[in-house]
């Protein structure tokens, strides 16, 4: 499964952002957006099962970030609105093979290069 996160930019806070993340078309079971700010460890922001049907958020996303899928192009997509300073980090996409939804990465299989967003005060 190739995985690569594009989108990523500097953005003034306040401002909206959307990430994308096609992939191969392989069959996954879910797919997640994690996050790594300078000096921190990964964390979760948002995953949703393939089939659309369940999506989780990090409780800083909820109300501002959406996790999407497009079933023609076979891209997940981060929309990120009301961008703060503290949401500056590198996101990754990733893909979990096994059938449930998880927060966790170590229950993620497949990971993409990741997309820089630096949020300006």
């Known amino acids: 499964v190739q995985l690569q996160a594009s989108g990523g930019g500097l953005v003034q806070a306040g401002g909206s952002l959307r990430l994308s993340c096609p992939d191969s078309?392989?069959?996954?079971?879910?797919v997640s957006w994690f996050r790594q700010a300078p000096g921190k460890d990964r964390e979760f922001v948002a995953a949703?099962?393939?089939?659309?049907?369940?999506?989780i958020y990090a409780d800083y996303a909820k109300g501002r970030f959406t996790i999407s899928r497009d079933n023609r192009n076979l891209t997940v997509y981060l929309r990120m609105n009301s961008l703060k300073p503290e949401d500056t980090a590198v996101y990754y996409c990733?893909?979990?093979?096994?059938?449930?939804?998880?927060?966790?990465?170590?229950?993620?299989?497949?990971w993409g290069q990741g997309t820089l967003v630096t949020v300006s005060s």
């Open positions: 990733a893909a979990r093979r096994l059938s449930g939804i998880s927060t966790t990465s170590n229950d993620y299989d497949y």
């Open positions: 949703m099962t393939w089939r659309g049907d369940r999506k």
């Open positions: 078309g392989r069959i996954v079971s879910a």
